[in-house]
């Protein structure tokens, strides 16, 4: 056997177990997870996290996931908390203490704090007689299969487990609280994520390129040429869309253009969109349609036109 087949034969070994352990997890959920959510659902404070090591790390992004899909979460390391961060912890609040084994020595001063001052203790832990078991009120059991390794030392099987339980607490949380899209964007301003999650309304200029319906095709021309977007709209008095004249219109009328009104030369009934539309429907069209620009009309707004989105908006935040 090669090296290379030797390389992959065990990669494929690590996820076949891995997922392997992941299906015995989902066939294990019970009451117990449904009494956590419960719990955290009843809190008027914060999800407190704890965890050292691999736990640690793991508790980490489960802190964030909460936080991110509307359960205010954050993480508290266990050794400091024994030297001062106890403080950020207090009654409203429920602390989810991870550990593996269930009997990590720096977690204990966590634990005493929780059991004094009643504050509710999840324990998520693979051994249920451990000491955090002893001590929850609410028990997060992950299935004992082991590691990877295949000696067991290694933290592999269960911080997948302990990862994905976490991802299963945070998204039935957010299913209850019926979290949107624009929900999860306004924790989620920047990066690609927010690009995907902007509106029409986040990217369109509202200063856009429009002229009267009967407007002389020579005045028409100098304000698509200021605007720079190589259209121009046409509304009447009260403000609604009635057409855009683009530079295909201007080719197919040059043939006495300038003694032309803007109704002469428009494209009638254009492709709009909404400015609550998300800016990658906006994309989509644009693409399918082969168009750079969309004008924004608002359909509750009697389709007055409200801004203009060009593909270069959305190319410039990612989308595209």
Do not use: W
Not at 62 to 77: C, K, N, R
Not at 141 to 164: K, N, Q, W, Y
Not at 190 to 199: D, F, I, P, T, W
Not at 308 to 315: S, T, W
Request: charged residues 20%; proline residues 4%.
């Amino acid at each position: 056997m090669t090296d290379t087949e030797a390389f992959l034969r065990t990669a494929r070994q690590v996820i076949i177990d891995e997922a392997r352990a992941l299906d015995v997890l989902a066939d294990s959920m019970d009451e117990h997870f449904a009494e956590a959510v419960q719990l955290i659902l009843r809190a008027t404070g914060r999800i407190i996290i704890s965890g050292i090591g691999k736990s640690g790390h793991i508790g980490h992004k489960i802190a964030a996931t909460l936080a991110s899909t509307g359960t205010p979460a954050y993480f508290v390391h266990p050794a400091e908390a024994s030297h001062g961060d106890l403080g950020m912890v207090s009654k409203g609040d429920v602390v989810l203490a991870i550990s593996n084994s269930g009997e990590a020595p720096e977690l204990a001063n966590l634990l005493a704090f929780t059991r004094r001052f009643r504050i509710p203790l999840i324990g998520l832990s693979s051994k249920p007689e451990s000491t955090l078991m002893k001590q929850a009120d609410v028990h997060l059991l992950i299935p004992s299969m082991g590691e990877a390794c295949g000696f067991g030392m290694v933290p592999s099987i269960s911080t997948t487990l302990t990862l994905a339980m976490g991802d299963a607490l945070a998204i039935a949380l957010m299913k209850y609280r019926d979290f949107k899209p624009e929900d999860f964007r306004a924790y989620h301003p920047g990066g690609k994520l927010g690009a995907r999650l902007s509106k029409v309304s986040d990217l369109m200029h509202s200063d856009m390129p429009v002229v009267l319906t009967g407007t002389p095709m020579s005045e028409a021309l100098l304000v698509m040429s200021q605007k720079s977007f190589g259209v121009v709209g046409v509304t009447d008095d009260a403000g609604r869309l009635l057409g855009i004249v683009t530079d295909g219109d201007l080719r197919r009328n040059m043939d006495g253009l300038l003694d032309k009104t803007t109704e002469q030369v428009m494209t009638e009934n254009p492709t709009t969109i909404a400015p609550g539309a998300m800016a990658e429907e906006a994309v989509a069209i644009m693409n399918d349609r082969k168009i750079t620009s969309l004008f924004v009309v608002d359909p509750d707004a009697a389709e007055q036109a409200q801004g203009l989105l060009h593909i270069h908006d959305c190319l410039r935040v990612g989308l595209g």
